[in-house]
């Protein structure tokens, strides 16, 4: 299977993340705001080519799961790190609220049938890991899953870590590349782009009195959030906590992740052997 690059923001596999921890600021020696765009573009780049190989030599696929509080920059950090791969190689799914037919299944199959086929690259713009940071936050939203048996708060949260381990276990064994991206904005950070978004007449709907509501929750967030990544945080599907209170930095970061990732499934694209090659030669000679 799979092995997970080094990098800075690699969540450990030994559970021993721990938030209060985590940079939500690039270090002082980090490129600064120009040199950021200028990797980002080099990144972007090479995504498509990469991406270009990875459709011809099907069999394999990626999966790019963002998962973050409100503001930190999942829809931007999507936007400008995909903007450059061609649009018929990726899909993009965001998951709100579940539906009743969503509801009336295991918390894993709206997410599972929109996994990328071989050759292709998923995006998840939030994904089944709601089930484990916004229902545990909120865990009366239980009550409407139709669940077939007593509700255990001390024992719901495990077995859901446990399931989706396996679920992505299982998928990492059958070609997928999972890249689990924890956007990690600070409070006064997310603060700051809730007033920003009051202040420019472009950004007011993205304002709204729940995202006021939800910020009150703010430690249990970082707490399901640690506990989240430490139990899911795997060598076949890891997690990295990206600092996303700048947001170049966060992007370039994300980027170079998806390339080193790509990079190390030695893709090639198909080669043709000598029989086929001479008969592709005949068929063109005989073209009029």
Sequence with gaps: MFEAIENPYLVPFDSSFHYPEAKTSPTPDAPDKKECKKRLKKYIGR???????????????LLLIF???????????????MSGVNPTGC????????????LDHDFLWRTS????????????????????????VHPEYLQGQNLPYPIDLNRIWQERYEAIVAHEQYQARN???????????SKEEQRRRFLSRLDNPHKNWKFSERDIKERGFWDHYMHAFEDALNATSRPWAPWYAIPADNKPYMRMSVAKIIVKSLKSLNLEYPKVGPEDMEKF???CMSIE
């Design 113 to 136: 049938k929109r996994l990328p086929e071989r050759g292709r690259i998923g995006i998840f713009n939030r994904s089944y890991y709601e089930e484990v940071l916004v229902v545990r």
């Design 91 to 102: 899909q993009t799914f965001s998951f709100k609220q579940p539906t009743p037919e969503e």
């Design 175 to 185: 070609g997928l590349m999972i890249l689990k991206f924890w956007l990690n904005v």
């Design 47 to 61: 995504i498509d080519k990469f991406q270009r190989v990875l459709y011809a030599h099907n069999k394999y696929a």
């Design 67 to 81: 998962q973050a509080i409100d503001a930190a920059g999942k829809d931007s950090t999507i936007r400008a790190v």
């Design 281 to 283: 030669n005949n068929l």
